[in-house]
């Protein structure tokens, strides 16, 4: 970790300006359908294979905003950066499905699970891939009171833990139970070396940037301070340094921007970490149009996993460009993380 980085953090302490929160119009979910041969698994040549991947989703921050921040300008300086990104659609459910599926599956509002508020049968969600290929998986949820929690609870909301509306994953307790835990356990995870091949964090209420918590300072810098704190203990990670991936991305910006023939919910930051010097770095961008589609497809090209709904649309491709050439599956062992 540089000096620049740390001067930047230090910056945090300083901004106490308060800003609006994202009043985003509701829109219905859409769906575009994938092409015909989405389904076909193949070794993704070109691609660098990565152990472990760790995906962060913050909330309701458009690009515009987020790059004028002191945390993610050092991020941004530091690491690989998107310039033309976008959300699927409104509100956070829809974009939090669609990141694990390749589909929002007709969630155009805020619901609980349940009968009238799921998506039923097998085989249509990431952690259903990952564990039919031997890989394991965790959800990590801040603020969760307990594992598989299905209700709101204090500042955990569960329309940002998209894995309890899968009938697969939500119906078998025991199973639940073991993935979609509390946040405490990545601490535990971290330290002991036990970090999955995916893991998926959402922040609480709080630190995810979704509201103002306290008297001072903006939902921006909660969010800030949050990261300032759990960014370093990843990258110290053995596990991470050894074949470790970090994405951080937003559920949803401002307005309707889009791509790759999808509905869309603002241009977003996302920005692509590695403990490996696989990905590029020093503040290189990409102009290439991407979306939650891509980033879902780039993870599944890793492992070689089948596309999941509209990640095998022709006009949805992997994020390709973030990565050195000369990376592929032939690299890393991604069962022992061994080179």
Not at 1 to 15: A, G
Not at 78 to 100: D, G, K
Not at 247 to 255: L, M, R, S, W, Y
Not at 309 to 314: F, L, T, V
């Amino acid at each position: 970790m540089t000096n620049k980085f740390y001067l930047v953090l230090s910056w945090l302490l300083l901004i106490t300006a308060c800003t609006p929160d994202i009043n985003g119009t509701i829109v219905p979910a859409q769906s575009y359908p994938a092409s015909g041969g989405a389904n076909l698994p193949t070794a993704r040549s070109g691609a660098p294979v990565f152990g472990h991947i760790i995906v962060v989703v913050m909330e309701n921050l458009d690009l515009a905003t987020a790059e004028k921040l002191p945390t993610f300008k050092g991020l941004m300086q530091q690491y690989a950066v998107t310039r033309n990104y976008s959300a699927i659609t409104h509100p956070s459910l829809p974009n939090h499905v669609a990141l694990i599926s390749g589909d929002t599956y007709g969630f155009g509002h805020t619901c609980t699970p349940g009968p009238d508020c799921h998506v039923a049968g097998t085989s249509n969600n990431l952690p259903d891939e990952l564990e039919a290929a031997g890989l394991t998986w965790k959800a990590y949820l801040e603020g969760m009171p307990e594992p598989c929690t299905t209700h709101d609870a204090g500042k955990y909301v569960v329309r940002h833990n998209p894995f309890v509306y899968f009938d697969s994953i939500r119906e078998d307790p025991a199973r639940c139970s073991a993935h979609d835990v509390p946040f405490s356990q990545f601490q535990i995870d971290l330290k002991t070396g036990a970090l999955p091949n995916y893991a998926w964090i959402a922040p609480d209420l709080c630190n995810s940037m979704h509201t103002k918590c306290g008297l001072f300072g903006s939902r921006q810098l909660q969010g800030e301070q949050w990261l300032a704190a759990f960014i370093p203990q990843v990258l110290a990670s053995r596990q991470f340094q050894t074949d470790g991936l970090l994405i951080i991305t937003f559920d949803e910006g401002k307005g309707a921007a889009g791509c790759c023939g999808a509905p869309g919910g603002g241009n977003v930051l996302t920005l692509l970490i590695s403990g490996t010097s696989a990905v590029k770095n020093g503040g290189w961008a990409s102009d290439v149009a991407y979306n939650h589609y891509s980033l879902l497809r780039t993870i599944e090209d890793n492992w070689g996993l089948s596309h999941l709904g509209n990640s095998g649309n022709p006009d949805v491709i992997p994020m390709s460009d973030f990565f050195q050439k000369g990376y592929g599956s032939t690299h890393l062992d991604i069962r022992t993380g061994g080179r």
